[in-house]
């Protein structure tokens, strides 16, 4: 383990006397890590889910990203305990005390994550400044695009390098981290208090209490109309569902990623954090992550499904589709057309005919696919105008979606610096790890020229979120075996009632984290091969070959203590 590059921290057991507003107050400055984690989660993934949420099922689901989150502290609070219990870095312990198979599966799929999150981060930021800031650069779209995505790397890498400049780099960089988080959640705070007055209150409180049978069937606003359109009813059924899922499991993954997995405990022997700090790495997670999380996305999910569910005027203007939104929309026509033709037989029409049979629509059909179309962030803040004037809605909404691009971006290159530099078998620090720090950003610069389809540039969030919520298992099962390790924890492990309870906990958590995982793979195809399918078995055969590693190895470590 590197030595810590921060100063000491002053002694815990002292602070655990004090009154509880003089502990609360010592923990919030000793506090790094969990602010780092909320960092990340408060990304873009985080604002389509929430936004695209909202849009199709309304306040229903406010109960959805609050589990995902309290699901996901237990992991990373289990992945805390085992790195401050023994000081070591996670990778080389699974190696050793699990299994090599889940080692690099965890730390290759960690870099993957970053590389695919970065994309919608950039695709995200780049919006926020030619949309909601500065509206003049989206009059050049390749010239302000550019311009856009290259602040945006030059900003993130700069904070990176600050970072890794030091102890007082380290401080500054933790400083500015906050400062972001708690801008993007008093923006959007700001917009539903601005909003008090004409909300629901007693829907939006029923929505955080769960209601299962939304999983497999259609938000309950769309009744009415999904039955107005006759014999196509079916078929709208299905995509909904289908739509809904995908948007759902986007929600649920964006709250804890497999990368974030990896950053807590390396973030927290950075600082120099030991055993004494177990208590205080929870307080750090429930304050920096846990609070920011559910504050700002709670809000997003009410302020879009306020504007947007089963809405239509912002979409079609009589019976014409407004120009801004005719990419969103006809990618709903053509999802619904594929559905109900056939997806082979609607792709292998001549131009003219798939043209004439989108043209053909029933109104009712046409209302419905305007109702589905994706929305981003500037129609949220556009829709918001007559509630908080036109200037507020635009910065307010453009300031709190650039701090969420940007301090992903900045996360997401830390990352991936601690992750290659562990590959290499480097220190994380000096030009490896900030060459390393450099591919996020690389692969991100690219997204606002690759997402170039109608869509809005936020739903380019929804396919990251489903590939790393996928992954996410991996992580929750090999930390489930470390947690269990006692060749590895020794006296530190968990016995008696805490062995049980952290086990069930945890086994809830994965457990979640892995039917989520196959409830959104099974049906994934790859035009006609079925490629989530696929996947589900190698994550079946990695956690069978991890199983195995870790029960060779505890019997060879530890044979008394099976």
Not at 213 to 233: D, M, R, W
Request: glycine share 10%; net charge positive.
């Amino acid at each position: 383990m590197n030595p810590p590059e921060s100063s000491p921290i002053p002694d815990l057991e002292a602070i655990a006397q004090r009154p509880f507003l003089g502990r609360l107050a010592a923990y919030s400055k000793l506090c790094g890590p969990g602010w780092l984690q909320g960092a990340i989660t408060l990304g873009s993934g985080s604002l389509a889910g929430a936004l695209y949420l909202g849009i199709i099922m309304g306040y229903h689901m406010l109960w959805l990203q609050p589990l995902a989150m309290i699901l996901g502290v237990v992991m990373l609070s289990a992945i805390a305990y085992v790195t401050l219990s023994t000081g070591q870095r996670p990778f080389a312990s699974i190696n050793r005390h699990v299994s090599p198979i889940l080692g690099w599966a965890w730390l290759l799929a960690t870099i993957m994550a970053n590389l695919v999150w970065a994309l919608p981060q950039f695709s995200l930021g780049t919006a926020a400044l030619t949309q909601n800031l500065i509206p003049a650069l989206s009059n050049s779209t390749t010239g302000g695009k550019f311009a856009a995505g290259l602040c945006l790397f030059a900003v993130s890498y700069a904070v990176v390098w600050f970072s890794a400049s030091g102890t007082r780099g380290i401080a500054a960089f933790e400083t500015i981290l906050k400062t972001m988080v708690a801008l993007i959640v008093v923006s959007f705070f700001g917009v539903v208090l601005a909003m008090a007055n004409q909300l629901p209150w007693k829907e939006i409180f029923a929505g955080f209490v769960p209601d299962f049978s939304l999983l497999t069937a259609p938000a309950p606003g769309f009744a009415a109309a999904i039955e107005a359109t006759s014999e196509n009813a079916a078929s709208w059924r299905a995509l909904i569902v289908e739509d809904q899922k995908d948007k759902m499991i986007a929600a649920f993954a964006t709250a804890v990623g497999i990368n974030m997995t990896f950053l807590l405990p390396y973030s927290m022997l950075r600082k120099g954090w030991g055993k004494p700090h177990r208590g205080l790495a929870i307080f750090d997670l429930a304050t920096g992550l846990i609070v920011p999380f559910v504050l700002a996305t709670g809000c997003i999910v009410i302020a879009s499904a306020s504007r947007f569910h089963t809405q239509t005027a912002d979409v079609l203007e009589g019976n014409a589709v407004r120009p801004e939104m005719a990419g969103a929309y006809q990618k709903v026509v053509d999802t619904f057309l594929k559905v109900h033709h056939g997806s082979g037989v609607f792709g292998g029409m001549a131009p003219e005919d798939r043209q004439q049979l989108r043209q053909g629509l029933p109104e009712a059909d046409r209302t419905l696919a305007a109702m589905l179309a994706n929305r981003d962030a500037f129609n949220l803040a556009s829709a918001l105008t007559p509630l908080t004037g036109k200037a507020f809605s635009q910065w307010i909404f453009g300031l709190g979606v650039l701090g969420m691009a940007v301090s992903t971006i900045i996360v997401l290159m830390l990352i991936n610096g601690y992750a290659v530099c562990e590959i290499a078998g480097l220190p994380p620090q000096g030009p490896p790890f900030l060459m390393a720090a450099l591919l996020p950003g690389l692969t991100g610069c690219l997204a606002p020229f690759l997402w170039t389809g109608g869509d809005a540039q936020a739903a380019i969030a929804v396919p990251a979120s489903v590939i790393a919520g996928a992954l996410l298992p991996i992580a929750y099962f090999t930390f489930f075996l470390l947690m269990n390790s006692r060749a590895l924890l020794g006296p530190n492990a968990p016995s008696g009632a805490k062995r049980v309870l952290w086990n069930v906990v945890m086994t809830v958590a994965a457990c979640v984290a892995a039917a989520a995982s196959v409830w959104v793979l099974r049906t994934k195809m790859l035009g006609a091969f079925p490629i989530g399918k696929l996947a589900i078995v190698l994550l079946a055969l990695l956690a069978v070959g991890g199983l195995i590693g870790f029960l060779r190895r505890s019997r060879q470590q530890d044979p008394n203590k099976v």
